[in-house]
C-alpha cells in the first residue's frame, strides 16, 4: 500500500490565486513527520515546511501553509497568492518511527503545477 | 554556506562500466541517504548511513554499493551499471533522522545517470 499519495498529477491554477496541493499519508506510528519539497525545472529539491504529528497548530511558512487534518491523514499543501515562479513539482513525504529513525523520508509521486499568467 | 554537493552532475556511461557518484556535505551531519527519482514512483531510498562506518539498505539497493569512511562523505558506487539504473540520483543529510524531528532533509543537486 501507498504510504504516501498524492492523486493529482498535474494542476493550473492562475497568478495570484490560491491554489491546494493533495497529500494522504498512511501510518500506525503516533509519532510522524510530514516534509513538502518544491522541484523546479532546474532539478533541485526545496524544503518548504513542516508538520510533526504532535503539533496543534497547522504550519505556516511565508505563502504556504500547511492543512493538516489528522483523523483523515491528510497533509495538504496551500500556497497562496501564486506566482509565476511556484511552478514546479511538489513532493509531499513523510518521516515515520517504522523506518527505524533512519532518516528515510517516503515520498509521494508529485504534483506537477503550473501557474497561468 | 551549508550544503550537499554531488559529482558529476551528469554522467552517461555504458552497460558494465563501474562509476562512483560522490557525495559531500559540509553541516556535519550524522545522516545521509542516497535516492533515486523515478517519473511516477517519487523518490525511493536507496542507502542510507546513521554515521562513519554505519550504513544499511533503503528500498531499492539492488546493484548499488555505498561506503562512509568519513562523515561528510557519503559515495554511491555502480559495479556493474544496467540500463534500468538511468536515474536521477540524489544525495541527502540530515542532523536528526527520528521520527519527530524536525529536522529538514537537504539535498544534494542531483546527478542524471544514463546507461546505454
Known amino acids: 500500500a501507498q504510504k504516501i499519495t498524492q492523486t493529482q498529477p498535474g494542476m493550473f491554477v492562475q497568478e495570484k490565486e490560491a491554489v491546494t496541493l493533495d497529500c494522504t499519508y498512511d501510518?500506525?506510528?503516533?509519532?510522524?513527520?510530514l516534509f513538502w519539497y518544491k522541484q523546479p525545472s532546474s532539478g533541485e529539491m526545496i524544503f518548504l515546511i513542516y508538520?510533526?504529528?504532535?503539533?496543534?497548530q497547522n504550519a505556516t511558512e511565508g505563502r504556504y501553509s500547511l492543512n493538516f487534518q489528522k483523523a483523515r491523514k491528510s497533509a495538504n499543501l496551500v500556497i497562496s497568492a501564486s506566482q509565476l515562479g511556484d511552478s514546479a513539482m511538489y513532493f509531499c513525504a513523510m518521516r515515520e518511527a517504522g523506518s527505524g529513525n533512519t532518516g528515510k523520508l517516503i515520498f509521494g509521486q508529485g504534483t506537477t503545477l503550473q501557474v497561468k499568467p | 554556506e551549508a550544503q550537499v554537493t554531488q559529482n558529476p552532475r551528469y554522467l552517461i556511461t555504458v552497460t558494465g562500466k563501474k562509476l562512483t557518484v560522490t557525495c559531500s556535505q559540509n553541516?556535519?551531519?550524522?545522516?545521509m541517504s542516497w535516492y533515486r527519482q523515478d517519473p511516477g514512483l517519487g523518490l525511493r531510498q536507496i542507502y542510507y548511513s546513521m554515521n562513519v562506518e554505519v550504513t544499511d539498505k533503503g528500498d531499492v539497493p539492488e546493484g548499488y554499493k555505498v561506503s562512509r569512511k568519513e562523515k561528510r562523505n557519503f559515495p554511491l558506487i555502480l559495479e556493474s551499471p544496467s540500463p534500468n539504473q538511468t536515474s536521477l540520483y540524489f544525495c541527502a543529510s540530515t542532523l536528526n533522522g527520528q521520527a519527530g524531528s524536525r529536522s529538514e532533509q537537504f539535498f544534494g543537486p542531483g546527478t542524471r545517470l544514463t546507461v546505454l
Open positions: 508538520q510533526g504529528s504532535y503539533d496543534q
Open positions: 553541516m556535519n551531519h550524522e545522516y
Open positions: 501510518t500506525s506510528d503516533p509519532s510522524y513527520g
